[in-house]
């Protein structure tokens, strides 16, 4: 086709899903004609900035150029990488001498913008509450040692499996005439704390907006206005964060999920936190008063992806999320030229009711129907025993606090009892226990909670015991009962019994398995049970 095109001619096609073009031009018009071509439709493009790498100044360029709706690549799009279906595909090859130029390794030399399609389904902004009505921070509680602790940041957890991505948080304040400024800190795994200045690893943050001007400035766009409320974290940025999160948590017991969390914690700057020097951020943060919170927020991920000519998937190697991304567009920066798509939040396929509705046809469908209808009462059913079951689990939740409790007693345990899964395992009778530690031991007391049945088979029941002062270490406790329950439920089967220090947090594990009973076992309603940590240092159960 070069040499049956002449200079600034083209072969284009053009249809709904989109257009490509074929044009052959001078060195010097090939950026006015990406200009051109991109920004005729749409406000995507791709500028390369090494133009004069590839050709000389007396060299015509054969351009392809090509914008498509991101749908039209479904094939590409695997379980881990896919290209947003309100996502443009924006495509750029060069050509010389009838050959394909390849563009590769050259860092920061393709700008591409991918706009959305503004139909798509974006996230919502929500006030982070189930009523919809302002979040408030927690107040302060006092630590053992006396100290206030406060919680300076309004917090909110997401959960992103991916690390490829970057990251954009969205506020956008119900009052706009105040001209509020917020502080946004970011930390994976571990919530920030802006109170302790040895635990600073990993925090990324930054002021939303970044300056008061952006409330005055009438001539910035939608786009523009929409960046300067962002806080966002690059793709780069987000694997690099997230793998020094992971090493600073190294050999810590955490929870799948909690390693894949992103924390966002803000609060809205009072005009002392304004005239801050925001050079750093100042650990440990000195201010701690209420914050007024009327905002929305949102938040959600962008990729920038590209298609690989050889196994035609995407792939986000080489291209890197530009600060300027916005749900409205995505800015990618990258070393090589091929087709690009932005990744982003799928909405899931609608389902057209209104066709549904009007092609039902009952008589000619009545088995299809009588099962659904069946499946359906049977859903409602289980639905309504679930619920049901989810209430008697609510009322198992939470603490008992003991009976025998001291008002004035002030060192407090965690007490956790364990009944077995045997058969005839839980009891009805009263059951009481002691407890002893190197400094002394506590009064007997009564583990009974008035408002539900406690101690019966496979439950889990905490229960919070005062003592006059600390125990030290935990050393043995002494489980019995009255055998004054009835048939079944006289006798016990306890697994283990917990304890937790909830001064130290230290954990003591007294590991039971055995019957409290008269016709199980060896016959006894009364044990002694060492500490697990003891039984390790040689002291026997008896």
């Not at 859903?379 to 008992?400: C, E, S, V």
């Not at 007997?444 to 005062?466: C, E, I, S």
Request: net charge neutral; proline share 4%; glycine share 8%.
């Amino acid at each position: 086709l070069d040499s049956l095109l002449a200079n600034d001619e083209s072969i284009a096609s053009s249809t709904e899903l989109g257009k490509i073009s074929l044009r052959k031009v001078s060195k010097s018009n090939a950026n006015s004609w990406l200009s051109e071509f991109y920004n005729d439709t749409s406000s995507s493009s791709i500028t390369f900035t090494k133009l004069g790498d590839l050709f000389n100044d007396t060299d015509n360029i054969l351009i392809q150029t090509m914008l498509t709706n991101g749908s039209l690549f479904g094939f590409a799009d695997t379980e881990h990488k896919s290209v947003a279906a309100h996502s443009m595909a924006v495509g750029l090859t060069f050509y010389k001498n009838g050959e394909e130029l390849l563009v590769r390794d050259s860092p920061g030399s393709v700008i591409v913008r991918i706009p959305m399609n503004p139909e798509g389904n974006l996230p919502p902004f929500t006030s982070g509450t189930l009523d919809g009505s302002p979040m408030k921070l927690s107040d302060p509680v006092v630590a053992v040692d006396g100290t206030v602790v406060h919680q300076q940041l309004m917090m909110i957890g997401f959960e992103i499996g991916k690390e490829d991505v970057s990251f954009s948080f969205q506020i956008k304040p119900d009052d706009l005439s105040t001209k509020p400024q917020y502080l946004v800190v970011a930390r994976f795994v571990s919530p920030p704390d802006l109170s302790k200045v040895k635990d600073n690893w990993g925090l990324i943050w930054a002021l939303v907006p970044p300056s008061l001007s952006a409330y005055d400035d009438q001539s910035i766009t939608a786009v523009e206005r929409e960046a300067n409320f962002t806080f966002f974290i690059s793709n780069v940025d987000f694997a690099m964060r997230k793998k020094e999160a992971l090493n600073a948590t190294k050999g810590q017991s955490i929870g799948a999920s909690t390693l894949k969390t992103l924390w966002v914690g803000f609060r809205q700057l009072s005009k002392e936190e304004v005239n801050l020097d925001w050079e750093t951020l100042p650990m440990p943060y000195p201010f701690v008063g209420q914050i007024n919170t009327t905002i929305k927020y949102r938040g959600f991920t962008t990729t920038c992806n590209f298609l690989q000519k050889k196994s035609t998937k995407w792939s986000t190697k080489g291209c890197v999320v530009d600060r300027g991304t916005t749900s409205l567009t995505t800015i990618c920066v990258c070393d090589h030229l091929t087709t690009f798509g932005a990744g982003w939040l799928i909405p899931p396929n609608r389902i057209d009711f209104n066709y549904v509705f009007k092609n039902i046809q009952f008589e000619r469908n009545a088995t299809l129907y009588a099962t659904e209808i069946a499946i359906a009462i049977i859903f409602l059913l289980l639905l309504i025993w679930a619920r049901r079951m989810d209430n008697r689990d609510i009322q198992k939740l939470g603490i008992t606090p003991l009976a025998e409790n001291n008002p004035a007693d002030e060192y407090l345990y965690e007490v956790i009892v364990r009944t077995g899964m045997r058969r005839g395992a839980g009891t009805t009778s009263t059951v009481c226990i002691q407890v002893n530690g190197e400094r002394g031991g506590t009064a007997p007391f009564t583990l009974r909670d008035p408002h539900r049945k406690v101690l019966q088979r496979g439950n889990v029941d905490r229960f919070l015991l005062a003592a006059a002062r600390p125990l030290g270490e935990l050393k043995f406790l002494r489980l019995w009962h009255d055998n004054s329950g009835k048939g079944d439920g006289a006798s016990w089967y306890c697994d283990f019994v917990s304890i937790v220090d909830l001064q130290t947090k230290m954990k003591y594990n007294f590991i039971v398995e055995k019957w409290l009973a008269v016709e199980e076992g060896d016959g006894l309603v009364s044990l002694p049970i060492c500490c697990v940590g003891v039984l390790l240092c040689g002291i026997s159960r008896e």
